[in-house]
């Protein structure tokens, strides 16, 4: 039977999307959020500031002036920074299952944060707070 992480929903994990964050760049996230679980970030003690471009790749369709259709522009930057608020939700939720806290992702659960981009109500396009609440 599939474990799913309760800490913060019961919503199931996915880690394969953070296989698109580098072995350094996810060592130096974690590295933050272990700093704000502990309440010593240098963003703000409970809270790590975490830039978007940490959690994409290079994409040259979002990155080039070749797109003559904005339609098809918007949809490949959109997909980008989904991807990378993807990748966040998965950290943020991976993290709080080891440890066993729970998390706000700019001020709300997780799930909604990740609701709202895949809705489009939002777009992870330059940077989120992660506060971290240890239990």
């Known amino acids: 039977m599939e474990e799913q992480n309760t800490a913060t929903t019961s919503a199931p994990v996915q880690p394969i999307v953070?296989?698109?964050?580098?072995?350094?760049?996810?060592?130096?996230?974690?590295g933050e959020l272990i700093e704000a679980y502990h309440g010593c970030n240098g963003f703000g003690s409970d809270t790590?500031?975490?830039?978007s471009?940490?959690?994409q790749r290079m994409n040259p369709i979002v990155h080039t002036d070749s797109m003559k259709d904005c339609e098809q522009r918007r949809e490949a930057e959109w997909g980008h920074y989904f991807q990378a608020a993807r990748c966040l939700h998965s950290?943020?939720?991976?993290f709080c299952s080891e440890m066993g806290c729970s998390a706000t992702i700019d001020g709300v659960d997780p799930e909604e944060?990740?609701?709202a981009m895949a809705?489009?109500?939002?777009?992870?396009?330059?940077?989120?707070?992660?506060r971290i609440i240890a239990t």
């Open 18 to 30: 953070m296989l698109l964050v580098s072995p350094l760049e996810f060592a130096k996230l974690w």
């Open 48 to 51: 790590a500031e975490l830039y």
């Open 53 to 55: 471009y940490r959690f």
């Open 91 to 94: 950290l943020v939720e991976v």
């Open 113 to 115: 944060w990740i609701d």
């Open 119 to 130: 809705c489009n109500q939002d777009r992870f396009d330059h940077r989120s707070h992660v």
